[in-house]
């Protein structure tokens, strides 16, 4: 008898069977859509909470750190500052957080059912990103109404790069998730610090001020910070509000790739056994 699908323990750390995570495409589109569905299926507002989500943040953003704190946005509107921001930052955290929970949420389909292991981390960023588009749409149509209303939009060349940058904060939150999922099913405390640590990574990361507000000798502790440049690159390639500094672009690269790379490792490793530990 010839079968024709082998099941075997994985014989690498670093081995990404991309083949075989193609075979199971129809199962990612599955899980892509019951996140995305189920995600606010019994709520009174369903779907608009996409939209209303970062409208609400925008308006305290803008109430408490433009009106009451006065912090400066450098002349950009302060609606369309915030609002660019909590987009970008918002597509990250949630691929982190959801991703951080892979193992832990998912170990009843893990202990029944085979498929690559990678799929379900994969899903929920590809989750992430419908989300991400809805509130890139409604990011798009405040930029159309500011530009009706007289305000200068500089669109530039760098609006090639807005991909690249979206998709490196995909792969970032992504890697950094995958890595916390893995350590999560030994050290469970870690599940209980993601949001914390998540919102104060927000503070240190130029979303509610530009980087321009840090003292120069300070600044480069904002942008050691791997997700700041990705989003003051995205602020730049849609509103022109600073720059392009491609150093910093490719240090947020070499973040990404070495992330990723990191998470899917110790992934595999985990995956082996961690039935065992969960």
Request: charged share 10%; proline share 5%.
């Amino acid at each position: 008898m010839t079968w024709k699908t082998v099941l075997g323990p994985r014989r690498g750390w670093f081995e990404i069977n991309l083949r075989e995570i193609w075979q199971y495409r129809d199962l990612i589109v599955m899980f892509v859509r019951r996140d995305f569905v189920a995600k606010y299926k019994q709520t009174i507002l369903g779907p608009l909470w996409f939209i209303l989500q970062p409208l609400m943040t925008t308006l305290i953003f803008t109430i408490v750190f433009g009106k009451i704190a006065g912090i400066s946005t450098d002349g950009t509107p302060q609606v369309l500052f915030y609002l660019s921001g909590i987009v970008a930052w918002t597509f990250f955290a949630s691929s982190l957080t959801e991703t951080s929970g892979t193992f832990i949420n998912n170990a009843s389909i893990f202990g029944k059912v085979y498929f690559p292991r990678l799929v379900m981390p994969i899903s929920v960023t590809l989750s992430g990103f419908f989300t991400f588009l809805i509130q890139f749409a409604l990011l798009i149509a405040f930029m159309a109404y500011f530009a009706m209303k007289g305000t200068a939009i500089d669109l530039t060349a760098q609006l090639l790069y807005l991909p690249f940058i979206v998709l490196m904060l995909a792969c970032q939150g992504l890697g950094f998730g995958i890595i916390i999922s893995s350590l999560t099913t030994k050290y469970r405390d870690l599940a209980h610090l993601v949001k914390f640590g998540v919102q104060l990574w927000m503070f240190a990361t130029p979303i509610i001020y530009p980087l321009s507000a840090i003292p120069g000798k300070y600044q480069f502790l904002v942008m050691a910070n791997p997700v700041s440049p990705l989003i003051e690159s995205f602020r730049t390639a849609l509103l022109g509000t600073a720059p392009s500094r491609p150093d910093l672009f490719l240090y947020s690269l070499a973040w990404t790739i070495g992330v990723l790379a990191l998470g899917i490792l110790i992934f595999n490793k985990v995956e082996k056994n961690f039935m065992d530990t969960i």
